[in-house]
T-cell receptor, first 112, second 113 residues
């Protein structure tokens, strides 16, 4: 069963705009990770946020974590055509941190 | 460093045939994983390994077997392929399980007819 669930399933925005994707999960976590997948390629790790952290930044990416709501958001600022991809959240639970469980992803399309 | 490599990249099998997918990593990672990705389903964990000589079942292990005889290699076997196993298979490795990022291979697209 999948732990994380991304919202929306698909998102189209104009180049230059900000894109926000959300992830909700069900059980207590050790950490939450975000990955990007370009069409036909493997996943690439973007950022990891631990359960005792509330916000992390990496370049144009900003991730927040609200453990009380069991949710996370990924914000991509000043979007570019190269940001067109699928984005997945993945969670590692406290009692089984030898693996992570992926959500179904958000497909992001940046319009020129 | 090549990172994580997978062979083959594409394969077509007939129902009942067998095959082995090879994953290799050159990062000296302890943990290795096999996932399958189907449209609209995200990634689902098939089997994984927490170290050389170990294997464990994931979310969807039926119809697959794995072996980790060497630390750098993780093999995924299909003994009798079924059309339901048509999918894209990804291998990943990690330094320390779920506590750190996973590095993914480019994938193997398998079609079972």
């Amino acid at each position: 069963s999948q732990q994380g669930e991304e919202d929306p399933q698909a998102l189209s925005i104009q180049e230059g705009e900000n894109a926000t994707m959300n992830c909700s999960y069900k059980t207590s976590i050790n950490n939450l990770q975000w990955y990007r997948q370009n069409s036909g390629r493997g996943l690439v790790h973007l950022i990891l946020i631990r359960s005792n952290e509330r916000e992390k930044h990496s370049g144009r990416l900003r991730v927040t974590l609200d453990t009380s709501k069991k949710s996370s958001s990924l914000l991509i600022t000043a979007s570019r055509a190269a940001d067109t991809a699928s984005y997945f959240c993945a969670t590692a639970t406290w009692n089984r941190d030898d693996k992570i469980i992926f959500g179904k992803g958000t497909r992001l399309h940046i319009l020129p | 460093n090549a990172g994580v490599t997978q062979t083959p990249k594409f394969r077509v099998l007939k129902t009942g045939q067998s095959m082995t997918l090879l994953c290799a990593q050159d990062m000296n990672h302890e943990y290795m994983y096999w996932y399958r990705q189907d449209p609209g389903m995200g990634l689902r964990l098939i089997h994984y390994s927490v170290g050389e000589g170990t294997t464990a079942k994931g979310e969807v292990p039926d119809g697959y077997n794995v072996s980790r005889l060497k630390k750098q290699n993780f093999l995924l076997g299909l003994e009798s392929a079924a059309p339901s196993q048509t999918s894209v298979y990804f291998c990943a490795s990690s330094d320390s399980g779920g506590n750190y990022e996973q590095y993914f291979g480019p994938g193997t697209r398998l079609t079972v007819t």
